[in-house]
């Protein structure tokens, strides 16, 4: 069974940083690309990053280039997204997930992904 599971979330005050962890179990993570999404109150959930499996390659969203990125420890199972500058429009539950087949790239698109993780809050105070 494929698990993934977040943390690192909490309450920040504008212009800290927090650094989001996702540990994934039941695949082999060295082979599946990863990415972050984020969803605010009376929102869609949106694209936040991606990373290719290798961690070769990856991609942001046009709201965190620049403030956010996304790395990857394959001998630790472990995707992190570390988020600085934060901004009070940054407060979401943030999710991590894991691509539907291996050796893809670092998709933008929910479908490219099957697994979730329950999602960690964050919370930025102006």
């Known amino acids: 069974q494929v698990q993934l599971v977040e943390s690192g979330g909490g309450l920040v005050q504008a212009g800290g940083s927090l650094r989001l962890s996702c540990v994934v179990s039941?695949?082999?993570?060295?082979?599946?690309?990863m990415a972050w999404f984020r969803q605010a109150p009376g929102k869609e959930r949106e694209f936040v990053a991606a990373?290719?499996?290798?961690?070769?390659?990856?991609q942001h969203a046009e709201p965190v280039k620049g403030r956010f990125l996304i790395s990857r420890d394959n001998a630790k199972n472990t995707v992190y997204l570390q988020m600085n500058s934060l901004k009070p429009e940054d407060t979401a539950v943030y999710f991590c997930?894991?691509?539907?087949?291996?050796?893809?790239?670092?998709?933008?698109?929910?479908?490219?992904?099957?697994?979730w993780g329950q999602g960690t809050q964050v919370t930025v105070s102006s």
């Open positions: 990373i290719t499996w290798s961690g070769g390659r990856s």
């Open positions: 997930a894991v691509a539907r087949e291996p050796w893809g790239l670092d998709y933008v698109r929910e479908i490219e992904y099957d697994y």
């Open positions: 039941g695949r082999r993570f060295s082979r599946y690309a």
